[in-house]
């Protein structure tokens, strides 16, 4: 499912940030909880848990399709949506990654399997099993509206959104604003900073 083309692969959520308007990056509560932090791209597959309720993220492992990243809204941080073994059967299913604005467990086997989870932390305690929940619906994550089909880039930055709509124009904007930013000398950019600062402040 992961059909970026390469010449985006490179770009970093800063990059993909500056290309936006303000709200599309969730917020600094979620984080990787791997040390150094990957960078991931990928297209979401949205899963809702309720009432303590992780079904239908276990139920995602096996549903989204491969180069997704599974996107969770959990309705509490005091039981964990997945384990260890849930990471590895993501992983083997061909899953980036996840992104869970909740917690998860057993974070020893995560370091061991190198899945990228970006979450809130970890709790031993996990979910229960039953039909509470809902999959490939709108979501809230992080304090951003994410769908089935958005494009999320997550690294050591941070993580943000791209709406379905707008993942093409976007990440082409991204491309270029960095080819510039990289051609561009320090003593250039340090020039035209000053200029900036000075004439925002009326100097």
């Given at each position: 499912m992961n059909m970026i083309a390469d010449k985006y692969q490179s770009l970093l959520a800063t990059d993909i940030s500056d290309a936006q308007q303000a709200g599309q990056a969730m917020d600094v509560g979620i984080k990787s909880l791997l040390s150094p932090a990957p960078a991931i791209m990928g297209v979401a597959f949205t899963v809702r848990c309720t009432n303590r309720s992780n079904t239908y993220l276990h139920d995602a492992i096996y549903r989204a399709p491969k180069g997704a990243i599974i996107v969770a809204e959990a309705d509490g941080n005091d039981y964990a949506v997945a384990g260890g073994n849930v990471c590895a059967v993501a992983q083997e299913?061909?899953?980036?990654?996840?992104?869970?604005?909740?917690?998860?467990?057993?974070?020893?086997?995560?370091?061991?399997?190198?899945?990228?989870?970006?979450?809130?932390?970890?709790?031993?305690?996990?979910?229960?099993?039953?039909?509470?929940?809902?999959?490939?619906?709108?979501?809230?994550?992080?304090?951003?509206?994410?769908?089935?089909?958005?494009?999320i880039v997550a690294d050591e930055e941070g993580i943000?959104?791209?709406?379905?709509?707008?993942?093409?124009?976007?990440?082409?904007?991204?491309?270029?604003?960095?080819?510039?930013?990289?051609?561009?000398?320090?003593?250039?950019?340090?020039?035209?900073?000053?200029?900036?600062?000075?004439?925002?402040?009326g100097q």
């Open positions: 299913n061909g899953i980036t990654g996840f992104v869970i604005d909740g917690v998860i467990r057993d974070v020893g086997e995560l370091k061991e399997l190198n899945f990228p989870v970006f979450a809130r932390g970890v709790f031993p305690k996990p979910g229960a099993k039953n039909k509470d929940g809902a999959s490939q619906v709108e979501i809230t994550c992080g304090g951003v509206t994410v769908n089935t089909g958005d494009l943000v959104v791209i709406p379905q709509a707008d993942i093409e124009a976007t990440l082409a904007s991204a491309l270029v604003k960095k080819e510039k930013a990289e051609a561009q000398s320090l003593a250039d950019w340090r020039a035209n900073h000053e200029v900036k600062i000075n004439s925002v402040l």
